[in-house]
């Protein structure tokens, strides 16, 4: 700097601080006392740690390259440098100066510190000055709600239509990810640094021990923040991670957890549906409903209301016990909460933001404000927050169970259901029906099941979920009863019973979910040690409103299924509104449609025909673009009651299948349908699906194309593959010891079985008998019908595995040998994928012997 001075050049002290640190602890070798830059550094410094780490006015901007400019000057008149080094050095500073103020100026690069530094310099606040810049951050806090929401927005570039502010969430998500991210670098580089440092000076001192009280990790975190604070604002860096952290979430907080569930839940969702990024379309609830449901919900008020009472405290020295017995007085007498589940409640209330520790002492937070006075958008968020609350407490169960005694493989348990929470909640929001608890336990134990059962009941009303209290809601677990039939719960000493936990459902009804022949003690049991701790997270999530379960039947709420949108779309997924989807085109419907369950694709179609005025022509619209999308293919007929099924392990007449009624009731539609179905029976592809569609209508179709009655051939053979694959998958994960079958294949007089288990039989042997059928009736034989499946095979999702499958098993050389020819051909060829492939999606888990005699039922 004196340098400079005497060249008449000044340059800032706090600039020139910070771009010498940087140099140093990025590398740079230090001679005569300053760090030497490279065209390396000089990038690295400008294009990505200043961007970072500093925050500057527009006079401040062109501080930081004058600071670099002018070391490459003192280098090269030190002797240092050569005049072609030093013309290098100042090229790539030139040419790095245009994105290095871009970069300073977007509001996308900003950190939480860079944020409030330019803020409080925005106020006039001196940077420099530690009491000023802690007063402001105090009074900031106390401004209303709606002030610094508005600074924020305006400092982010928020677009002013945010109805539930999933925008100014996403950008939220960024700083913070941004703030960690340019803190974990620069703690590394400070890591390597210093740790070089004490080693050399520890090898060349007899005194190789550190002081008492040295920590490494202090020493790091201190240095952090020096050099952020000066980048930024003295005092802001620490102040922001303590007092302040209300002002900066962060990942280890509520709304990021809520965050994170959401990008595993669309991860799930992509690997389900096959490379879709979005939900299945749902009804659109406006973000004044969803503040409506949550001040309607019981765990939220609550909390709400134990931060009052503290606000009327003027805050309260420690947590709930400290403030004994007031709190809990006011709690039982005016909130009704016993307790017992006080903990949990103040928990919750420091969260989401509604309490926050300050010096010791808990006092209200900003989430009150929002509770009080927020936007429909901002109780959105904090209804968004208070599920990741929620979902956090849940990750600490296991630990609380170990603590009541529960044993090592219930508490494993407990920590799997939880793992699987994302899954658990794309199951319940793919399928608006409710779920049964029974049968989740039973895929989670991977009981082969069907896919399709009788509709299940609705559940009651969401007006009566509050029958049953937050006590037994937020209940602590409790070892599960040896008895299944004793699981009513008691609360210690405070002996107050509570509605049971959860019961299977009688038999009556177990046989109906679980189509699986008789159920022995061990069955039941093994079902219970699922369901009876899945019973205990979603009564906890039903706490706050978003789920709710009577008995063994479980379901998203509406509110329940709107937070997931919402925190879905803020993860940066797709979640349609069903009304949304009706606008498309039937291209884009079809596109959709295929990774969506049966009641969802009907509801939609039927919204969908309904939004169009010419329903002749929207049918006309949506039959011609299926020849440009197979997998929509049976999507739309299955619809049309067209079924593809030949599974022998399914019982149909415990299935009810959505589909559009025929005739429609209105018969205006119903003659525009039929119509559009007689012009389709030409279609060379889909003419034989149009041709059977028209005869389930009591209409007698013309013949259709050979190529089309291919189509529906392969479709339905395809699908015979796919039933005899899945019956026998899990063998493949479980395979019984030869002496548990021997006894398993003994009749009733000890000798054993003659009969062939179909489980022996080579994969594909269903397929081949069928495949026989077909040919013999078709024109050409084998031979013809293989060539004319190759014929269409572009349009044929599954073809080559097909082709494989019978290659592999088909007892005739001729016909073997054409498949194989036929699938080496196809596998040059572009391929769809297997649309069987949608229907299955449970997860695995580990085994056991009951398992292992189910799976051979």
Known sequence: MAWARERGTALPARPAGVVLALLVLRGARVRGGLPEPTVALIRQIMDEDLPQLVTADPEELRAYPDVLAALIDQRREAGLLNAKRQSKLHTALQESIADYEQAMTDPVRLTWPRLYAGLLRADGVDPTDRQAVWQWLCEYRERPLSQRRAIFESALGTPAVDDTGIISRQRTVILGLRTENAELVLQGLLLTRISGILDATANGSAQAEPAPGFDRTTMVDDATDALLDRGTAVGLSAALRGEFRDLTPRRDNAATVTDLLMRELRRIQKDVSGGDTHLPPTDDVPATEIAELLRSSALLPAAAGLAEWVEQQGGVTGGPDAAAPAAREFAAGQLGLPPQILDEVWRHAVAVGLLRPADGRIVTGGALQVWRDGTAGELVQLGLDAFGAVATELTHLAERAEQADVPSEERGTIEALVEDLPFTLFQLFEEPAPASLARMAAVAQMWVLPYDLEEIAQLPPLSARNTVTLAAQLRPPRPMPSDPDQLTLMFGDDDESLPAAYHLPADDELRRLLPQGELDASDRTELLGIAYWQALLVDRLAALGVMQRADDRVELTRLGRALVRVGFQAAGGTAPTIGEI????????????????????????????????????????????????????????????????????????????PQLPAPLKDPVAEHALRTALHEAVDDPINGALAAEALRLRGEQPADPPLSAQAVLLFERLNMLTFAEYRARQPAEYDTPDEDEVADENKTADGTQEAE???????????????????????PGGAGELLRQFTA??????????????????????????????????????????????????????????????????
């Open 582 to 657: 009706a606008a498309v085109d039937a291209d884009e419907l079809l596109r959709s449609m295929p990774s969506w369950t049966e009641r969802i694709r009907l509801h939609v179609l039927q919204t969908w025909l309904d939004a169009r005025g010419d329903i002749a022509k929207a049918w006309q619209e949506l039959l011609a673009a299926i020849a440009g999308n197979p997998h929509s293919r049976r999507a739309i007929f299955d619809l049309l009651g067209v079924r593809y099924e030949t599974d022998p392990t399914r019982d149909l007449r415990h299935v009810v299948i």
């Open 756 to 778: 062939q288990d179909t489980m022996t039989l080579p994969l594909g042997s269903a397929l081949c008998v069928a495949f026989d059928q077909a040919a013999a009736n078709w």
């Open 792 to 857: 269409v095979a572009p349009e044929l999702p599954g073809y080559e595995n097909f082709l494989e499958t019978l290659g592999q098993a088909h007892s005739q050389p001729a016909v073997a040998k054409t498949a194989r020819t036929a699938a080496r051909q196809a596998h040059n060829r572009p391929r769809s994928g297997d649309d069987a492939s949608t229907h299955t999606h449970h997860r695995k888990r580990s085994s056991s012997s009951s398992r292992k005699k189910r799976r051979r039922r």
